[in-house]
């Protein structure tokens, strides 16, 4: 089955409205024709593998809600925010709690007839790690608000009423599907597959043009990032499921995961919980100098200061930058250290970034016209641990190397993850970075 290609992902930085439309629309058509694809199987479907599939979309259901909810959170008040609380009213039942989405969704599964497990216990664990990363986007400051509409509102409006759409199109015509259509709850779809969330998707998209036109600079950029994170996220999220729904007899299941309760700050503090914060200390030639690179140039927020040393909060980490004069004898305790076929500076250190923010720092400093001393490139390909790279020097000649692994989940391993893919495009990432 194809998922969405990195190539595909769009790449003008300055993209207006219009063009951002064109786009969207393109890659829309690309999605029907591929859920048209994918579903075909449902036709056919045991009714075993039927709910093997259905099963999994209860878990979107549960979240959207709340997703929606912390995006109304981050929105100004305005046409915008009023029009998503009423989508959110509708995904609750309009006040009436047995006509919540979610709940109209589990009476339909329990209609099917169909033994299973307690649903609660059956959710891909893949895909709720899709869900909670869409939520931390959500919630993290350094996505705004018109790349969480892109992201949940046409990602959660738009995108999921396809899927569902082309789903129902094969689903009724299974046979046993046929054989029960006057036992099933069928109101979940009636909501979903016809006039309702049609006209939902239409008034979101009028809202889109006239209210993110007018956010700051970089909005419709942002919405267009946050619509082909959903895009992508859609795709795999869909994939998983029918990966796991057209496995064959003697293959294990995937592994499940529970639903995470929402976490909007810090876990730990008063109540004993243990803090994981990178801390260093490194002495600069100039502390002013230095101040303007890790502020100015790497986007560091600088915290408490003395006449001699400056705090700064490095990516949430602690970073406290000391003046300190150069030798007298002018020597360098630096040496160059042998890494799988490159050599690098030590001492030096760093961040590990996800690709977004990496790509983003890769930008900045091209921006500010500061020079790398080792560019943007792939480091360890085919190999577990995987990753991008780039290294700079402060102006005092300290080294700094930043990195976004394809799978964070190999930083410390000696073999592959068994999670190891690649959705986004390590390569592309790393060309665009590298360009000049």
Partial sequence: ??????????????????????????????????AKDMFSFVET?????????????RYFTVYYITDIALLIARL????????????????????????????LYDEFLGSLGIAHPP?????????????????????DPAYNSAYGIGLRGMGGECVC?????????????NPYIRANKDKIAWKFWELHVGEHDIAHRENLRKLISDEVTSMDSGSVEALQEGFFDSMTAWSAFWKNIQDEATKLNDQDAGERAAIAEVVLGPTAGKDGGAIHQFHLAIGVHDLQEARQFYCDVLGAKQGRSTKNLID????????????????????????????????????????????????ALSERIKAKDYAFIDPPHVRMRDMPGEHATMFLNDPSGNSLEFKAFRNHDEVFSVIFSNSTKDIFGLDAIVEKAAAA
């Fill in 161 to 173: 009423q396809i899927y569902l759409a082309r789903l129902y199109e094969h689903l009724v015509l």
């Fill in 312 to 359: 700064l909060d490095f990516y949430g980490h602690h970073l406290v930058i000391h003046q300190t004069p150069t030798a007298a004898d002018g020597s360098d305790s630096s040496f160059g250290s042998a890494f799988y076929g490159e050599t690098v500076k030590v001492p030096h250190f760093g961040m590990n970034l996800n690709w977004q923010d990496w790509s």
């Fill in 76 to 103: 100004k008040p305005g046409r915008m925010r009023s029009f998503l609380a009423d989508i959110l009213l509708d995904e609750l039942g309009g006040g009436d709690h047995a006509q919540a989405h979610p709940e």
């Fill in 1 to 34: 089955m194809k998922t969405v290609s990195p190539s595909q992902r769009f790449s003008d930085s300055n993209v207006d409205i219009d063009q951002f439309w064109k786009l969207a629309d393109d890659l829309q058509h690309k999605t029907v024709d591929h």
């Fill in 45 to 57: 479907a045991s009714p075993e593998r039927l709910f093997t599939l259905l099963v999994q979309y």
């Fill in 119 to 139: 649903l609660d216990k059956l959710a891909l664990a893949s895909n709720i790690k899709l869900l909670e990363d869409a939520r931390s986007n959500l919630i």
